[in-house]
């Protein structure tokens, strides 16, 4: 079992900055994709950005240019400098990892985190 924990989550105001961290434990062979979804209110549950090994990233439209995600494979983790943060980037936060291998040619499988609420003031 893998366990995904995530943090730094909050309230800021309109244009501020957060940065989430999201650390994956457990029995961890690999693990080919570590990223970010959110789930607004009343929304289905998106993308925000992923990266495969060291791939180049992948952003969501609505937040290239204001977010960044990095990836530490030596820790299993993941993070989101989000930046000129808007009131439409409120959200709960969701730590993702997928292909996650338990020892080698093992079948993958997918986590989340439990979530990390981001609200974003006008």
């Known amino acids: 079992q893998v366990q995904l924990v995530e943090s730094g989550g909050g309230l800021v105001q309109a244009g501020e900055s957060l940065r989430l961290s999201c650390t994956a434990s457990?029995?961890?062979?690999?693990?080919?994709?570590m990223g970010w979804y959110r789930q607004a209110s009343g929304n289905q549950r998106e993308l925000v950005a992923h990266v495969i090994d060291n791939d180049n990233p992948t952003y969501a439209d609505s937040v290239k240019g204001r977010f960044t995600i990095s990836r530490d494979n030596a820790k299993n983790a993941v993070y989101l400098q989000m930046n000129s943060l808007k009131p439409e980037d409120t959200a709960v936060y969701y730590c993702n990892a997928d292909g996650v291998r338990h020892w080698r040619n093992s079948p993958s499988s997918r986590y989340w985190g439990q979530g990390t609420q981001v609200t974003v003031s006008s």
């Open positions: 457990g029995s961890i062979f690999s693990i080919a994709v």
